[in-house]
């Protein structure tokens, strides 16, 4: 029996790691999701933001920032591409002057990708990708539970008028039942909002909602054993917005937001995701523009790694 091949990415040590062409880890670029376990999937998109626009521009650069990353977790000894087959399959060609098709064409997008039994991991893209995303995913687990990392709730009613906006994917999602609220939480939020009660409305629909000044001076190791707790067996989504860290780590963003998480405790939500039944995620809400470093994209990429040594599967070295 021939032992199966398993994509890895390109080594240093075979193409210099400021060389090559940009995908995600040096990994193939594959044009389909079929025969995948897991899948890296750009969504440029970034006609949803309310504040700055660029993040369009994640992908793109979360692939270039990704150069440096090797193929061993040597924290948690996590050996992805030992036993996961994964790709690049590209971005989603969205409809940059229309955002209710370019919702479609994204649920559609995933709709294909689930439909070959492949978990995507995406880089976005502004945060209202998630709602196609999860519509996607319902077809194929049913609601699902949310681990959400960010600044914001991201559910108001509506923004400007319109349901359909990077601050409302969780109120659709909740309101579609696309989601179960008493397996979701929402970890770093912060900051001025319009109401006193702006964060009620999850914990009203049974959210555990965790702000920021929780978790600052901490390590969130205890709060993610709580999480896996009440999150339970059935499939998880996480879902990472860059603001949810502080900007002194992550400032390429749209809607910054001072006093947030820091980089050690974003690693620590992530690896605390280890035994939970993650079904996909994505990182969003990177535009590079506002980071002349590239430090924003360096960590989303390093984070969308960590989310794949997480995933169901992967195999740990002794
Ligand atoms: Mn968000
Ligand atoms: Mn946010």
């Known amino acids: ?38 899948a890296f999937v ?13 993040a369009r521009f994640g992908p793109r650069q979360i692939r270039t920032e990704s150069c440096l990353i090797r193929p061993y977790n040597m924290a ?20 940059t002057f229309n955002l209710e098709k370019s919702v479609a064409i994204i649920e559609q997008a995933y709709n294909e990708i689930l439909e070959q039994g492949c978990k995507p991991l995406t880089m976005g893209g502004d945060h209202t990708i ?44 909740i309101e579609e ?65 860059i603001d949810g860290l502080d900007p002194a780590y992550a400032p390429g963003t749209g809607t910054p937001e001072i006093g947030g998480l820091t980089v050690h405790q974003g690693l620590e939500i992530v690896r605390g995701c280890r035994g939970l039944d993650l079904v996909g995620g994505d990182l969003v809400e990177v535009a590079p523009a506002y980071d002349t470093s590239g430090n924003t994209a360096l960590v989303a990429a390093n984070l969308l790694f960590e989310m794949l040594c997480v995933f169901p599967g992967v195999q740990y070295r002794a």
């Open 1 to 38: 029996m021939s032992e199966k091949k398993f994509n890895q990415p390109l080594g240093g040590n075979e193409m210099p790691r400021f060389g090559g062409i940009a995908t995600m880890m040096r990994l193939p670029h594959s044009p389909a999701a079929d025969g995948l376990d897991v």
């Open 42 to 54: 750009g969504v440029p998109f970034d006609i949803g933001t309310s504040n700055r626009a660029g």
């Open 76 to 95: 948690t000894r996590a050996a992805p591409f030992d036993s996961l087959q994964v790709a690049d399959i590209g971005d989603v060609a969205i409809n």
């Open 130 to 173: 998630s709602l196609p995303i999860l519509r996607a995913l319902r077809k194929q687990h049913g609601p699902v539970g949310i681990v959400h990392v960010d600044a914001h709730a991201d559910i108001n009613d509506h923004m400007f008028g319109e349901r359909i906006a990077h601050g409302t994917p969780f109120r659709r999602a």
């Open 177 to 241: 039942g696309l989601i179960e609220p008493t397996r979701m939480v929402q970890i770093g939020l912060r900051a001025s909002g319009y109401e006193a009660d702006d964060f009620d409305w999850p914990r009203e629909q049974g959210v555990r909602v965790v702000q920021a000044e929780e978790c600052w001076y901490q390590s969130l190791k205890p709060l993610m054993a709580e999480v896996r707790e009440q999150l339970g067996a059935g499939p998880v989504y996480l879902t990472f917005d």
